[in-house]
């Protein structure tokens, strides 16, 4: 049978049309040894690595990973407690670094672990209004989950000092979960620490060398302003989660260390710790620990307006370290006020006045008790 031109044409469009499409995929032995014999037959094309975490740039040509998804969430029929605060008169402004209840910045890397470094800023202020000094592991937090801990009344695993288990970017990407940036920025795969014989015997040997377990937390959310405030005056730090954007956070617009005003978190969410609050040309402020490190914003910390967190509040909570044996203890507060306390009272290590002992036997901070 002879076809015109045209009847070709015909029968050649409608073999393409209804041929079915071809996935992309992956190049075979055979597709490749093809194209590299006949260099004008095209390989077949290879997929684009999928994003995982949007970014923001935190110092020059760095980016973090905003892994909102990874973030602790209480368990399905988990029910938080809402916190709940004495009668305290809040001071006109709060900066837990003043008081020396705050911990070090961290830096976090380009390892979606944020919750990690929030969580144990936490507990080193807590761990500081009861007279420790332990710098914690990040580390050890993604490794043991330590976020379940707070949303259960079990005793969890003891968060070893960051001395004995310093954070890795590369090792804390292979010990957390879910999706992560940090695959792709180091090469590694999520969720892999099992196959490495070096990182199960670290993970082994950490068990044993725990400082501090975390106490159960209590939600702040009827409203977030007023209780970050009671928190913060009371000498707690706040565990916070933001919806952060990916201008307002970056590098260049931090470093005056007070975030612009922003009307959408394009980034999604991120944790953080509350460390303070002031007035600032008659607006109120809130102090942020961050964990990228002292060269972002003003030494690693930013201040966010009252309006800002309002509109970019996701959620925050409060909860409190119980010391074990591996805690490293400061010296005495000063005594100035008072020298000695009657039976069943202690020196408050806040205001130097004698105040009621608390269940756990330690001696409260500002009128507060922290571990029981």
């Known amino acids: 049978m002879r076809l015109t031109v045209g009847a070709t044409l015909a029968l050649s469009f409608t073999l393409l049309t209804s041929a079915p499409a071809r996935a992309q995929s992956w190049p075979s032995p055979a597709d490749l040894s093809r194209w590299l014999s006949n260099p004008t037959v095209a390989p077949v094309p290879v997929p684009p690595v999928p994003t995982t975490c949007p970014t923001v740039e935190v110092a020059p040509n760095v980016r973090v990973p905003i892994c909102a998804g990874n973030l602790p969430k209480p368990p399905p029929g988990v029910i938080v407690p809402e916190a709940v605060f004495g009668p305290l008169l809040l001071a006109p402004s709060v900066d837990l670094r003043a008081r020396g209840l705050d911990g ?11 919750y990690a470094f929030a969580i144990t800023s936490v507990l080193e202020t807590s761990l500081r209004a009861q007279g420790g000094r332990d710098v ?19 005793s969890g695993e003891a968060i070893a000092p960051e001395a004995s288990w310093p954070y890795d970017p590369i090792k804390a990407c292979r010990f957390e979960t879910g999706s992560d940036e940090c695959e ?14 070096v990182l199960v015997a670290e993970r082994d040997r950490v068990r044993g060398a725990g400082a501090v377990t975390v106490g159960k937390a209590s939600t702040i959310t009827r409203e977030p302003v007023a209780g970050i405030m009671n928190a913060l005056s009371a000498g707690r730090a706040v565990y916070g989660i933001l919806d952060i954007d990916s201008v307002a956070w970056d590098w260049r617009s931090a470093r005056g260390g007070v975030l612009p005003e922003y009307a959408h978190g394009d980034r999604g969410a991120h944790a953080i710790a509350f460390v303070g609050y002031r007035l ?5 402020q809130f102090l942020i620990h961050n964990s990228w490190g002292p060269g972002w914003g003003e030494n690693g910390y930013v201040w966010i307006s009252e309006a800002g967190l309002r509109r970019h509040f996701v959620s925050a909570y409060v909860f409190d370290a119980t010391p074990g044996v591996a805690v490293a203890r400061a010296p005495a507060p ?15 290590l806040g205001t130097g006045r004698c105040a009621a002992v608390c269940r756990s036997g330690l001696a409260p901070f500002m009128g507060q008790c922290w571990a029981g």
């Open 184 to 197: 792709h920025a180091y090469g590694v795969r999520t969720n892999s620490w099992r196959s490495d014989p």
């Open 136 to 154: 914690l592991s990040p580390l050890h937090v993604v490794a043991a989950g330590t976020w379940n801990d707070l949303f259960t009344s079990a």
């Open 104 to 114: 070090p910045v961290k830096d976090q890397k380009q390892t979606g672990v944020c």
């Open 334 to 348: 000063p005594t100035s006020t008072a020298t000695t306390c009657a039976a069943g009272t202690a020196i408050d």
């Open 280 to 284: 600032a040309s008659g607006a109120r």
